[in-house]
T-cell receptor, first 114, second 110 residues
Framework: GAVVSQHPSRVICKSGTSVKIECRSL??????MFWYRQFPKQSLMLMAT?????????EQGVEKDKFLINHASLTLSTLTVTSAHPEDSSFYIC??????????FGPGTRLTVL | GIQVEQSPPDLILQEGANSTLRCNFS?????LQWFHQNPWGQLINLFY???GTKQNGRLSATTVATERYSLLYISSSQTTDSGVYFC????????????FGPGTSLSVIP
């Protein structure tokens, strides 16, 4: 299956700063990938669908100006949390689907906003 | 949109015991996957099983698409099986979107 990496694995930042999270597919190219958010003791919630070369599609309730997604190539997508606040603290995970639609997930990024 | 339910929400097993986890979904699906989330948060692919039965070691899964459910069987459980098990589906109406169930939290005690 596809191998997906994320960087950084953990980040602590001050309120008001912006944080960029990278998601790379190491052995597979995909025009579409997904960003999820997971709060403690909860399931994964889809935030947005990232499309290579075009604008991302955001789920209802997710602010596109706050969570900036850039899918610059078939193997790299970035999520930038702008002007982060404590309520944005969460576990952010990306995924790539392979040719048959099986999803492969990155190891996640744990964001803590002080 | 499609609704995904999982049962039980929590499960405690003695090491060596067997268990069955269930996933119900409210609409027809194209894909269904089972994942194990380990204590570090990594999602590990267990099965890609839109229909039929698959086995991998002590784990097996069955999806009955016409009745909109899937089962994950864990036999001879080990402490390393502890974690959260998620079922995730792609509905036929929202093909690209993967929707997760709420998960089953499993604790295997020695």
């Amino acid at each position: 299956g596809a191998v997906v990496s994320q960087h950084p694995s953990r980040v602590i930042c001050k309120s008001g700063t912006s944080v960029k999270i990278e998601c790379r597919s190491l052995d597979f190219q995909a025009t579409t990938m997904f960003w999820y958010r997971q709060f403690p003791k909860q399931s994964l919630m889809l935030m947005a669908t990232s499309n290579e070369g075009s604008k991302a599609t955001y789920e209802q309730g997710v602010e596109k100006d706050k969570f900036l997604i850039n899918h610059a190539s078939l193997t790299l997508s970035t999520l930038t949390v702008t002007s982060a606040h404590p309520e944005d603290s969460s576990f952010y995970i990306c995924s790539y689907p392979d040719r048959v639609g099986e999803q492969f997930f990155g190891p996640g990024t744990r964001l803590t906003v002080l | 949109g499609i609704q995904v339910e999982q049962s039980p929400p929590d499960l405690i097993l003695q090491e060596g015991a067997n268990s069955t986890l269930r996933c119900n979904f409210s609409d027809s699906v194209n894909n269904l996957q089972w994942f194990h989330q380990n204590p570090w948060g990594q999602l590990i692919n267990l099965f890609y099983i839109p229909s039929g039965t698959k086995q991998n070691g002590r784990l097996s899964a069955t999806t009955v698409a016409t009745e909109r459910y899937s089962l994950l069987y864990i036999s001879s459980s080990q402490t390393t099986d502890s974690g959260v098990y998620f079922c995730a589906v792609n509905s036929q109406t929202s093909y690209d979107k993967v929707i997760f169930g709420p998960g089953t939290s499993l604790s295997v005690i020695p």
